[in-house]
């Protein structure tokens, strides 16, 4: 995990140094996003009643290709009743933005990475495997997207998944 977070901050670092040189190319943007979390797989979904969230990133790339780091922090809310703890996911990833139509307007993501899981009830915590695939409109300074993303877990074994609404600010490109 700290190896991770070693490269996300070399990665932002070099976003941010070569930002200056290539704004008129366009070539860098940075952006930040808040999240609303609807839980779709039914272990997951019948455990937490939703998620609250942000992540923030850079984009790097030229064309309609931009390669993403992303870090970001959820929170999932248990449902009263239940044995799960409330949850906080700290994910790191990297990924791809594609723009689909000229003017960059509308876009496809795919992300890849590690997350961090805490139980707060249980005060356990363990890193998991985490990806996302999504859409999205590029709206003047706005994103608003939607990723069906998840990570996987031991017990019971599969992908707590749920559907992220995402709307943020990018600046640059």
């Given amino acids: 995990m700290r190896s991770v977070k070693c490269v996300m901050t070399m990665m932002l670092l070099l976003a941010l140094g070569t930002a200056k040189k290539a704004g008129a190319q366009h070539l860098v943007f940075l952006f930040a996003h808040g999240q609303y979390a609807s839980p779709l797989d039914k272990d997951f979904k019948n455990n937490y009643s939703y998620g609250l969230g942000a992540e923030g990133g850079v984009g790097l790339g030229t ?34 933005r594609h723009y689909l139509l000229v003017g960059k307007i509308l876009f496809i993501d795919a992300n890849a990475g590690i997350g961090a899981i805490t139980n707060r009830a249980t005060h356990t915590s363990e890193s998991r495997f985490t990806a996302d695939a999504g859409a999205g409109v590029k709206l003047g300074p706005l994103d608003l997207g939607i990723n069906y993303e998840g990570f996987s877990r031991s017990d019971p074994s599969g992908f707590a998944s749920w559907l992220a609404f995402k709307l943020g600010w990018r600046i640059g490109f």
Avoid: E, Q, R
């Fill in 63 to 96: 064309g309609s290709t931009f390669f993403m780091g992303t870090i970001g922090y959820s929170y999932f809310k248990a449902m009263s009743g239940k044995d799960a703890g409330n949850l906080t996911f700290v994910p790191i990833k990297v990924g791809v």
